[in-house]
């Protein structure tokens, strides 16, 4: 099973950006399709994007479509979301996590810790 760990969150102005990494260990990432998943405070945990294991497929939630990049590099094991115009709606712990398939996007491994974002009017 994969551990991995979040970081890049942080307090951002609404427009602003963030990058946010998630650092995997194990020898078999590249075996995973992954995603981000946020939870904002009061609401259920949601699929923000996922990416195939060799990184030429994507998904992305409507919310943050033209606005979000996933991307990995199997050879740093680590996945990565780009963030940009942030908005206040945003606001969530980011999660990474291996899931089933692109099509089904169900998380399938341990969650870490998260990385917290905060997005201010």
């Known amino acids: 099973q994969v551990q991995l760990v979040e970081s890049g969150g942080g307090l951002v102005q609404a427009g602003g950006s963030l990058r946010l990494s998630c650092a995997a260990s194990?020898?078999?990432?590249?075996?995973?399709?992954m995603g981000w998943f946020r939870q904002a405070p009061g609401k259920e945990r949601e699929i923000v994007a996922c990416?195939?294991?060799?990184?030429?497929?994507?998904y992305y939630v409507d919310s943050v479509k033209g606005r979000f990049t996933i991307s990995r590099d199997n050879a740093k094991n680590t996945v990565y979301l780009q963030m940009n115009n942030l908005k206040p709606e945003d606001t969530a712990v980011y999660y990474c996590?291996?899931?089933?398939?692109?099509?089904?996007?169900?998380?399938?491994?341990?969650w870490g810790q998260g990385t917290q974002v905060n997005v201010s009017s």
């Open positions: 990416i195939s294991r060799s990184g030429g497929g994507t």
């Open positions: 996590n291996a899931v089933d398939t692109m099509w089904t996007r169900m998380p399938i491994g341990s």
């Open positions: 194990g020898r078999t990432f590249s075996s995973y399709t």
